[in-house]
């Protein structure tokens, strides 16, 4: 965090500004969303073995049949729940749940579904083991 407070003042002293701070945070954030979703996406279609925290989600739309986004939507607002909980017991105070963290927690599910929707129409992903009619 002290590494991005030096790199804002040294952009403040060279651009005269201290929203360009705040903007660039926000791009920056909006960046990497769309890559971690675009990638989690990409992860689900394949069938890749990802982090129990997006495979258990993507397990449980297969075994249940509702859709991946309502799932992973109500996962994640539920350990967003569980940290916020843990983090006001343990430190007596809430800490380290940014505005980011809350918007990913509600929407990270739906823009991935949308996202591996897209794939689906322009793409078809198939085990290698997968036998081809000849």
């Known amino acids: 965090m002290e590494n991005i407070h030096f790199y804002c003042e ?38 890749l073995p990802i982090i129990p925290t997006d495979l258990f989600p993507r397990e449980l739309a297969d075994i249940t049949k509702i859709k991946y986004s309502r799932i992973k939507i109500g996962f994640d607002v539920t ?18 749940l ?10 990270m599910g739906k823009v991935i579904g949308m996202i591996g929707d897209q794939m689906d129409r322009h793409v078809r992903f198939e085990s290698f083991m997968t036998k081809r009619a000849a």
């Not at 940014?98 to 929407?107: H, R």
């Open 10 to 47: 040294k952009f403040y002293f060279c651009v005269g500004t201290e929203d360009f701070c705040n903007i660039h945070r926000v791009v920056y954030f909006v960046i990497s969303y769309l890559l971690i979703c675009f990638g989690i996406a990409l992860s689900n279609r394949c069938g």
């Open 79 to 96: 350990c967003l729940a569980i940290t916020a909980l843990m983090t006001c017991i343990i430190l007596g105070h809430l800490d380290g």
């Open 98 to 107: 940014g505005i980011g963290t809350i918007l990913a927690a509600f929407t």
